[in-house]
């Protein structure tokens, strides 16, 4: 009765619907590969690449799976078969040869797939699922909805009838239970969970499967019908939408990177079964698919595991389905290129990877070169940054995180965090995937005091995680987890803000606010700057305000994770328990990791301490307890984490303000910590290695100037600025002396060299140059002295050949001060004119556009001219 309830109410919701949903067409086979490249297959498998993949594949079937006892079809003669659909290969096994039947080239196919099908009803008929539970209960349904809809797919028009009406009518149980349990409910509208949308994708592969299959009563079609509908609703009006917002234009997703990594196979299954059942497609018709294979290049780090963002981490070492749809549907050098790494002989180490290349792979298409992505990627919607310094095994990279909104239930509390790799982690998020919702998961893997962020202890905060009391950590709070596309721009889901992204070929630059990952009476800004100027020096500079800072316990702590034990500079001044837990005065720290060496140094606060944490039983050491994981760590493919720092302030402060260096290096030119402090009240700088950071102290983003003194001479200084006032013209003076000018971008960053005498010097940076009429353009040309630019300061003609004036239409005028810089802002004459009028000769000069910066009275005009 209740199964009844269930079908009504959906069948009249699904009635409401105005949309259109795409026919099914009535000829087979439908999932997962098309009929055509069936027809493809069975022409080109006697040579090239397709033939001697089908001859591995084949070879690999009749030696190995046949052969198994489990799966025992060896000779024609069936009483000595044997199938047994509760091993791990028995499913598998089911494809293949509905594949060789399909194919036409195995003269038992016919019998063994009968064979195999008369024993998977029996298997199907002696299922109770309600003797499992939880992951085992829904991995069941689903590997069955997968492969069963496959099985009566793909020999429905070649089994005897009885056979394919029992299949249906078995396999229409599984899809009836999957439906009335974890789809048509209200768990199952969850349009951003990874669950759902897995579920969704399945249930959709066997509905198309049983749709108009025989065998079953006309109820029972129109109950497929319905859910059909419910499913393609499900799709368009809920899932896909969420995945067209998180995905964008840059092919960023919210689950973490290995849980995209198991999903978007799926998606692309669904993509295929629909584009083969009903023309409907979803590859064209979704303009983010195209860009979803940049997670195979940004996901995955140089030594080919995925960024430990979520849960879990996975190696790249084989081709999949994603890569080889992507590049035949859209010929992207980038799936090409993967296709033909990981599709390539080395890497296909069994005969399931050897089938699915068979499956998917376009066979015709041409060789690409390596291609070459940007270095630098953001993904806005879903909060993560990442960069890289070559496409090389031995490249550096860094990543950050800011999520807008969270979570998903494989996301951890970890907003602004960064980690940092050279050949091996460096800096690192710590713990282990042991299982989801263990003790190790709860109160340490999935919490801020495992990843590289800040956490702000309280005593009295009492912390909670799936409705469970967990460790007080002092960091991120749970988030209640995102069901719907709408929830992601609920007040109660914000937590964090991106203000800024900016990057270039040489850096990458990152400003967000997590604030609202904490809770809201105990700070209220923290925004982190995050960058990383390729290729071995990256700063962190945060602005914190603490809340209630009088009466309250507000211990902030600037958290980074190492695998081996860093040294620390100074001595230590507290010893909690020896070896584990010691604090230090000191402010420089260096690690190594693999061929990888980093070195950190503390510069704000001025005063602080550092707590080292680690070691055998306090690798996850969280208020007083350790929480290891419940099972052993494989340390090739994870990375734990065993030690930690907590630099912390020697004095509550209202405004906390955080500032490190940190230096990249490797065994043959280890790191070494760097750099000096330059602070006043509107600037933050760092003196490191001939180069010159400068931010705005309070954390603005469109500065006007900046101060350095003092600043050591007889070197050429590289000035990088950040946080100006975006498209505008700044000069550098040294000693009050313009020396440069030059233009801060359009993300407010300014490059520029300085030449330094020797001795101690003022640097200022300062927007004191009036706007160019058009700025970020090149001048009109005006040969003719009638067309002189409009204004009080005329500079005609421009274009000139060398020789121009420079004239200004101001009576009160009697002298002015010209200096001339060529493109890259060096300073190339300077004239001192007594007279408002001027007559240039620059015809020793080259071809190009240079500046003029024309002071007079109280006033600084920029122009620009070009010589031809």
């Not at 991995?139 to 028009?157: A, H, V």
């Not at 951003?192 to 949308?197: G, L, M, P, T």
């Not at 609703?233 to 198991?262: C, T, V």
Request: proline residues 3%.
């Amino acid at each position: 009765m209740r199964s009844v309830f269930i079908f009504l109410f959906f069948f009249l919701l699904t009635a409401c619907y105005s949309q259109d949903v795409p026919t099914i067409h009535a000829n087979r086979p439908r999932l997962d590969i098309s009929a055509e490249r069936f027809n493809w297959l069975k022409a080109n498998i006697s040579g090239g690449e397709s033939g001697e993949t089908y001859s591995r594949f084949k070879s690999s079937y009749d030696r190995n799976w046949v052969t198994d006892a489990d799966t025992y079809l060896v000779g024609s003669d069936s009483s000595q078969w044997h199938y047994n659909f509760n091993s791990n290969s028995a499913f598998q096994m089911s494809k293949m040869t509905a594949f060789l039947l399909q194919l036409g080239t195995d003269g038992l196919a016919q019998k063994r797939c009968e064979f195999i099908i008369s024993r998977y009803i029996e298997y199907l008929e002696g299922l109770n699922f309600n003797n499992y539970s939880g992951d085992t209960k829904e991995n069941l349904l689903r590997i069955n909805c997968d492969y069963g809809g496959i099985l009566l797919d793909w020999t429905y028009d070649e089994i005897p009838q009885a056979l394919r009406q029992d299949l249906s009518k078995a396999l229409y149980r599984v899809l009836e239970y999957f439906m009335e349990n974890y789809v048509l409910t209200p768990s199952g509208n969850s349009y951003v969970s990874s669950h759902n949308i897995y579920n969704c994708s399945i249930t959709m592969h066997a509905t198309l499967a049983l749709h108009g299959a025989d065998g079953l009563s006309s109820s029972q079609m129109s109950t497929i019908n319905a859910w059909y509908k419910t499913l393609v609703d499900k799709w368009e009006n809920g899932i896909l939408p969420a995945f067209a917002y998180f995905r964008d234009d840059d092919g960023g997703w919210n689950w973490g990177a290995a849980y995209s990594m198991f999903g978007l196979p799926r998606q692309y299954q669904l993509f295929d079964d629909m584009l083969y059942a009903t023309d409907k497609n979803y590859y064209q018709d979704q303009p983010w698919v195209r860009e979803s294979i940049n997670q195979y290049w940004y996901f995955y780090r140089p030594d080919h595991f995925t960024i430990h963002l979520g849960d879990a981490i996975i190696h790249l070492d084989q081709a999949n389905r994603v890569m080889y749809r992507h590049a035949a549907q859209f010929g992207d050098p980038r799936s090409q290129y993967l296709v033909q790494i990981y599709g390539g002989v080395g890497y296909l180490n069994n005969s399931s990877l050897i089938f699915q290349k068979l499956l998917y792979k376009d066979f015709e298409a041409a060789n690409v070169q390596h291609p070459q992505p940007p270095l630098n990627w953001w993904a806005n919607k879903t909060g993560l940054a990442v960069s890289r310094t070559s496409w090389e095994d031995d490249a550096t990279m860094l990543w950050f995180y800011c999520a807008p909104s969270k979570r998903a239930d494989h996301e951890h509390r970890d907003n602004n965090t960064f980690t940092i790799i050279r050949d091996k982690p460096l800096i690192l998020d710590a713990g282990f995937y042991d299982s989801f919702g263990t003790s190790h998961y709860n109160n340490y893997y999935s919490r801020t005091i495992a990843h590289n962020s800040v956490c702000v202890y309280d005593a009295s905060e009492t912390y909670r995680n799936f409705g469970k009391t967990v460790s007080n950590d002092g960091g991120q709070i749970e988030s209640d987890r995102l069901e719907n596309l709408n929830d992601v721009f609920s007040d109660d889901h914000k937590r964090g803000k991106w203000i800024r992204y900016a990057s270039g070929e040489d850096y990458s630059y990152q400003v967000a606010d997590a604030a609202d990952s904490y809770q809201a009476d105990k700070l209220d800004r923290f925004e982190r700057r995050v960058l990383f100027h390729k290729p071995d020096r990256v700063l962190v500079l945060d602005h914190i305000h603490l809340l209630y800072t009088q009466s309250n316990e507000r211990k902030a702590k600037y958290i980074n994770h190492f695998v081996n034990r860093p040294e620390i500079s100074g001595k230590i001044i507290n010893t909690q328990v020896a070896d584990h837990i010691l604090t230090y005065n000191g402010r420089d720290y260096k690690t190594t990791n693999g061929k990888g060496s980093l070195a950190i140094r503390t510069l704000l606060p001025e005063s602080t301490t550092t707590t080292l944490i680690g070691g055998s039983n306090y690798e996850y050491w969280v208020d007083g307890t350790n929480y290891p994981p419940d099972r052993n760590i494989d340390l090739v493919n994870e990375h734990p984490g065993f030690w930690r720092i907590e630099v912390e302030p020697t004095n509550v402060q209202e405004n906390l303000t955080f500032l490190h260096t940190i230096k990249i290096g490797d065994n043959k030119n280890p790191a070494s910590s760097g750099g000096k402090l330059i602070s006043n009240a509107n600037t933050i700088g760092v003196d490191w290695e001939n180069h010159l950071y400068l931010f705005q102290a309070q954390g603005d983003t469109a500065s006007m100037s900046y101060t350095a003194n003092p600043v050591a001479g007889d070197r050429v200084l590289k000035i990088f600025a950040l946080d100006l006032k975006s498209n505008s013209s700044f000069g550098v003076f040294v000693d009050d002396t313009l020396q440069r000018v030059g233009d801060a971008n359009k993300n407010g960053v300014f490059e520029i060299t300085v030449d330094l005498s020797s001795g101690n010097h003022k640097l200022v940076l300062k927007d004191t140059i009036a706007a160019d009429p058009n700025p970020g353009t090149d001048p009109e040309p005006s040969p003719e002295e009638g067309n002189k630019e409009s204004g009080s300061v005329l500079v005609y003609p421009n274009p000139t050949n060398g020789i121009f004036t420079v004239s200004i239409d101001e009576d009160t005028v009697s002298e002015f001060e010209l200096s001339i810089y060529d493109s890259n802002g060096r300073k190339i004459s300077e004239h001192h004119q007594n007279s408002n009028q001027a007559n240039i000769d620059l015809t020793a000069l080259s071809a190009g556009i240079y500046l003029l910066i024309i002071q007079y009275l109280n006033k600084t005009i920029k122009k620009k001219i070009v010589l031809i």
